[in-house]
């Protein structure tokens, strides 16, 4: 019930999916209420600093992106920020010198691992939630997304795609640090090997390679040497990318997500009109105390975007 932060810090190097780029990112403690912020380096000078909000999200299918796509803002947050989301983190300062998270294998299972390592303390401001009070509904070119009223967190996530390797999925659960972490914390992102040229000369998916995609054929198979790591794999990932786009909410959801042929564009537009209906939900604040932070034994979770059409 109380608010946590990371026991020490984590630090991780990798690339970007889309840039190609390298990017070194840490994750440090932060005092109660912070929430996530991002704090972009140059060198060892402070740019910029981002809330990892809902109202500082852009409006992109690709990617996650908090702030000015145009400027300054920070691309790919979503398995960094469905770990955090799952294992609890509710305050933490993110720095990178880069305008990209690192893609390492295309899931969140570094990221998960490593808060696991570090462990989590206990702060002592309560952790504020917010509860959905009626259904809240969007829709956009034959997909939809909809937060019902439900008690406890939950995802109910549905995809189809005119592929005979992925067809229609579904994935149903209440979110758990465990059962993120046994469902869905390897699944990884996928994308379409038609679409690579397009997406090249567009500027994306350039760090993308077999070794942190799931890429399908031209002939519909995927082909990647190690195949899936579940046979449902798709339907996780983008299940995975639901959670960490919720977890821009800046509270707890008490609640039901459902979507059907999702992204990343048409959950930002769900939890923003959520929020934009004050009937819909209630902001639940638990009073403060004083205690000493106590450190808890590690937790578990997992996360994870997609590059190629639809999938980020």
């Known amino acids: 019930m109380f608010q946590q932060t990371i026991g020490s810090r984590i630090a991780f190097d990798g690339v970007g999916v889309h840039s190609g780029l390298p990017v070194q990112l840490s994750l ?13 380096f140059d060198g060892s000078e402070l740019l ?4 990892a909000t809902s109202a500082n999200a852009a409006l992109i299918d690709l990617a996650t992106v908090v702030g000015d796509p145009r400027g300054a803002h920070v691309s790919t947050i979503e398995h960094l920020m ?8 509710d305050n933490i300062v993110v720095q990178i010198d880069a305008h990209e998270t690192p893609i390492m294998d295309g899931c969140a299972a570094a990221f998960i691992a490593a808060i696991r390592e570090a462990g989590t303390v206990s702060q002592a401001c309560r952790r504020r939630y917010l509860r959905v009070l009626k259904p809240v509904t969007v829709e956009m070119n034959g997909a939809w997304a909809e937060y019902r009223p439900h008690n406890g967190t939950r995802f109910e996530i549905e995809i189809e ?6 067809g229609r999925q579904s994935y149903s659960a209440d979110l758990t640090a465990e059962r993120f972490a046994r469902d869905l914390s390897r699944a990884r992102t996928f994308g379409f090997m038609k679409d690579v040229e397009r997406l090249w000369a567009a500027g994306f998916a350039l760090g ?16 990647n040497p190690e195949g899936l790591r579940y046979k449902d794999e798709f339907v996780r990932h983008k299940t995975l990318d639901a959670i960490g786009d919720q977890a821009l909410a800046g509270a707890r959801v008490l609640g039901c997500y459902r979507s059907y042929r999702g992204g990343h564009k048409l959950n930002a537009l769900a939890l923003q009109a959520l929020l934009a209906d004050h009937r819909a939900y209630e902001m639940i604040e638990m009073p403060s105390r004083r205690v000493d932070p106590v450190r808890h034994a590690p937790l578990v979770a997992v996360a994870a975007p997609a590059y190629g059409p639809q999938t980020l």
């Open 208 to 223: 993308s390679s077999l070794e942190n995609s799931v890429v399908i054929g031209e002939d519909g198979r995927v082909i």
């Open 28 to 40: 440090l403690p932060a005092e109660a209420n912070t929430g996530i912020v991002f704090h972009l």
């Open 48 to 51: 910029h600093e981002i809330k």
């Open 82 to 89: 469905a770990s955090l989301y799952a294992m609890g983190v």
């Open 161 to 166: 795609f005119d592929s005979p390797v992925i």
